[in-house]
Structures are given as C-alpha cells and as structure tokens.
C-alpha cells in the first residue's frame, strides 16, 4: 500500500525521509503532536487542528481501521499526518475502511515511518513551528519555497472557515432547555452532551448577531471550541459582550473560554506547543478534585491579565504547568474551561460541567 517516498521539511530546517501514505501531492501547516493512544479518527475529525499538520506520537495508528459514526464532523480537518506505523491493514471486526482507504477518500496526506517520539520531543524543545510534507516536491529548494507561503497561526482567524454556514437544530424541540451554540468549529459529541440531558439545541454560523441568537429564545448560550487564533475575532467578542449583559447562563470551551476572557479585557497568548492529548491534569479549586481531561488548544488566556481583573476568579488549573484551565465571571451565570469536557476520545472526569450549565437554566 506504500506509495514511495514522503519529504518532511521542518521551519527550522529539519528534513525527515519517510514513506508516502494516503494521496499524492504536497501538504503545510502548523506542525503539533498528540499524544493520545485512541481514538485516532476522532482526532483528526475534529475542527479545531484546522490548519496543522498533527505527529501521532503513539506507535501504531490504523490499527482498528474508521467508522463513518467515529468522527467528531463531517470531513478530516489535519492537513496531514506524521506516524511511525500507519497500519493499512485492521483488525476490529465493525471496522469499516482502512486507514489507508480513508486518507484516500478523505484526500489526505501522510508520511509514515517517522521516529515521532522522537519529533515530538524535537517540538516540545523548539516549539510549534510551520511545516511541509511532500510526495512530489524531492529536492530542499523547492520544500523550502512552498514552506515560505505557510500563514503563521499567530493572529490567523480560522473559525469562519469551519463554521457551519446555515443553522441547524438537534434534540427535542419541546424541550424548556434552549440553548443557542455559536459554531466556530463544534464536535459532534459537545452537542451530544447537550441533547443527552434534554436540550434543544440550535446551531449558528460564527458571525451570527447577538439578535439572531436571541430570537431564538434561548434559556442560555454556549461557546464553541474551533481553530486558530482568537485574538482577531472581534466579530465573536463583541457578541459575547452583549450575551453577558443579559445576564443568561453562558459555557465556553476552548476557543469559546479564550473569547469569554477576551470579552471581559483578558488577552491571550501562543503557547510554546500547546496541549493535546487525552490524560492531562487539571485541579477543580473550587472541589479541591482533580480531573484528567482531553485537550487540544495551541493559545491559552494571559495569567497577569487575570489577576487584573477581580470579576474573574480561576476555576480551573493545569497541574503540569499551572496554566489557567478554567474560569468563571462573579456576579454572572457564565463560565468556561480550556479542555474538552465531552471527551470523544478520552475520560469523562468533566462532564459534569454539562449538568452544571443544565441545572443553570433549569
């Protein structure tokens, strides 16, 4: 199933030779790793690696093969994959495709036989940096004009791009529980989390007014995770700004607790490399518990711009580097965390912040 040779071209000018793996051609993005040991198809489904280039730093991937139910939206979103051993071959028997036969439907890049733990460490020391794969383009000039036309993620706006461009609804329609989801890229299983419990959910595009939404009578608001940078989206702050003055329960997750510390004067930064994977630590402050939690974000919220502020209290901290996971607004029914609560995949410690944002509007 191999298809020949793949080039991979770090910025800082590491070259990797592997084997070709999906389709044809030339792919860029920000390089990143996960460090996840399932839930693969998952992974690359989900909107917010719009953009990257994603290292599986697990040895095998494939291994069980794809299901058109395991996907978190309607199409891959990586712009390519770097694995040690992408298996073209699986072994589960509700196995629908192999992995090679879906990077070929999905017409999707990847160069196989990688030491990742070993880039993946690479990357943990130098940071993300931007990165071109190729199975067409064999010589070092040529990798290195096409790397010089990749955008840097810093400041790019990418949750238009996958917002949904009509809205939709899901969950019992008589439901009292309405809640009106601003889509800058939301995982199928966020959603689920919502109508399990009862909700009646609506989605809208990303640069939808705070009008629109209202109209829709929601009994609260919600967030979405998504890519990208989230300092250039004013069209979603100032939304948010107004949400906040009418006071109903508001839950951000991802992207969506960027824009909810960014609505109330609070900046945020590119982090060094990020944190993605499915067994990070967080501490619940206000329980004193401790969480292992997915996550998959490349900014994170400014901590001296939220001891500035004293209507922010943190809620939520990551134990390896005591980043801010979790905040919430004193004297407002709204709240949000870095990580992903719905956990698709990875451990379902924190899907109780659903049954908190529910027992809000109840």
Not at 72 to 78: A, I, L, P, R
Not at 267 to 290: A, D, Q, Y
Not at 303 to 315: A, F, G, L, Q
């Amino acid at each position: 199933m191999k298809q020949g040779n793949a080039y991979l071209l770090l910025e800082d000018g590491t070259m990797i030779c592997g084997k070709a793996f999906g389709k044809s051609g030339t792919s860029t993005g920000e390089i990143c790793f996960n460090t996840g040991m399932t839930g693969y198809q998952e992974v690359f489904t989900d909107p917010s690696y719009t953009g990257q280039v994603l290292i599986m730093n697990n040895v095998h991937i494939g291994n069980y093969g794809t299901r058109q139910t395991d996907v978190e939206s309607d199409s891959v979103k990586v712009r390519a994959i770097i694995g040690r051993n992408l298996e073209s071959k699986f072994s589960r028997f509700l196995g629908e495709m192999s992995l090679q036969q879906y990077f070929e439907q999905q017409e999707i890049l990847a160069i196989d036989g990688v030491d990742t733990r070993a880039l993946v460490a690479h990357v943990r020391t130098k940071g993300a940096m931007n990165c071109i794969i190729s199975t067409t383009l064999t010589d070092l000039e040529s990798l290195e004009n096409g790397l010089k036309k990749v955008p840097s993620m810093d400041g790019l706006e990418l949750a238009s791009t996958v917002s949904t461009t009509e809205a939709y609804s899901l969950g019992d329609e008589k439901s009292n529980i309405r809640i009106a989801v601003l889509d800058f890229g939301v995982k199928k299983n966020i959603l689920n989390c919502m109508t399990e419990r009862g909700a009646y959910v609506k989605v809208f595009p990303a640069k939808t007014s705070y009008h629109d939404l209202k109209d829709f009578q929601p009994t609260g608001y919600f967030l979405s995770n998504g890519p990208g940078d989230p300092a250039p989206m004013h069209y979603a702050v100032d939304t948010v700004k107004q949400i906040l003055q009418e006071d109903k329960p508001l839950f951000g997750i991802c992207l969506g607790h960027q824009l909810l510390a960014l609505a109330n004067g609070i900046s945020t930064f590119k982090m060094h490399h990020g944190h993605r994977g499915l067994n990070h630590p967080v501490k619940n402050i206000i329980t004193g518990k401790s969480e292992i939690t997915t996550q998959n974000h490349g900014f994170g919220i400014d901590p001296e711009s939220v001891k500035k502020n004293p209507e922010i209290e943190i809620t939520h901290v990551n134990l390896n580097d005591d980043s801010i996971e979790g905040i919430r607004i004193k004297g407002k029914k709204a709240f949000s965390v870095q990580y992903h609560p719905e956990a698709t995949p990875g451990p379902h410690d924190s899907r109780y912040l659903f049954d908190t944002f529910i027992d809000m509007m109840k």
